[in-house]
Structures are given as C-alpha cells and as structure tokens.
Nanobody, 127 residues
Framework: QVQLVESGGGLVPAGGSLRLSCAAS????????MGWFRQAPGKEREFVAGLSWSGDSFHYGDSVKGRFTFSRDNAKNTVYLQMNSLKPEDTAVYYCAAKTTYYSSSVYFTPHEYDYWGQGTQVTVSS
C-alpha cells in the first residue's frame, strides 16, 4: 500500500511559479513509478508528467514541456513538481499517482495504469 498526500497548491499570478510536493508513505514507494495529473472543471484528467521506477526516464505533457520539472527524493519518500511560467490554462486540481512496478524504465501516461492516488491540490493561476 502507498498513501500519497499532495501539498503546495495555491493562487499565483500568470508567469509565477509553484512547487507541488507529494509525500508518500508505505514500503512500496521505492518500487513505484510516479506521475502527476491534473483535472480542470468539466475536463478529463490530463497527464502532466511521469517518472519511471528507475528514475532515468521522464516524460512531460506537451502543454507543460519546458516549464515543469518532475523530481524525486527517495530518501524523503517525496516527489516534486516544479511549475514555472504558469498560465491561466494550468488552473486545475493536481494529483499525484503511484504505480507499483519493479526494475522498469517505463513511464505511464494514463490514469487507469496507476494504483494509488492522492487527494489532489488546487492550483489557480490568475490572468
């Protein structure tokens, strides 16, 4: 079992930055690929960024490439999403997700592939 708790959301003006954190508990965190997704009102959950179990494979959604950075600190059981140059269209609830996997360099892109989810944190970017 993995429990995920996101934090760091808030209200920020366009062009600003936020860093989201996702703290994980449970002994399988180190055997998990991780992902960030977001969901705006009336829209489907969207892939934002993914990180492989091995830590050497990253993928970003096209809308955030070059602006967002995903990182992982296994010693702290925490992953981070650094979000720069924020735009109003980045406004959404952001979710952290974990997929139990072993010895894999795969990144997972769709919500149904993930086993565990956090409760989400609201990010609002004002224009």
């Amino acid at each position: 079992q993995v429990q995920l708790v996101e934090s760091g959301g808030g209200l920020v003006p366009a062009g600003g930055s936020l860093r989201l954190s996702c703290a994980a508990s449970g002994r399988t965190f180190s055997n998990s690929a991780m992902g960030w997704f977001r969901q705006a009102p009336g829209k489907e959950r969207e892939f934002v960024a993914g990180l492989s179990w091995s830590g050497d494979s990253f993928h970003y959604g096209d809308s955030v490439k070059g602006r967002f950075t995903f990182s992982r600190d296994n010693a702290k059981n925490t992953v981070y999403l650094q979000m720069n140059s924020l735009k109003p269209e980045d406004t959404a609830v952001y979710y952290c997700a974990a997929k139990t996997t072993y010895y894999s360099s795969s990144v997972y892109f769709t919500p149904h592939e993930y086993d565990y989810w956090g409760q989400g944190t609201q990010v609002t970017v004002s224009s």
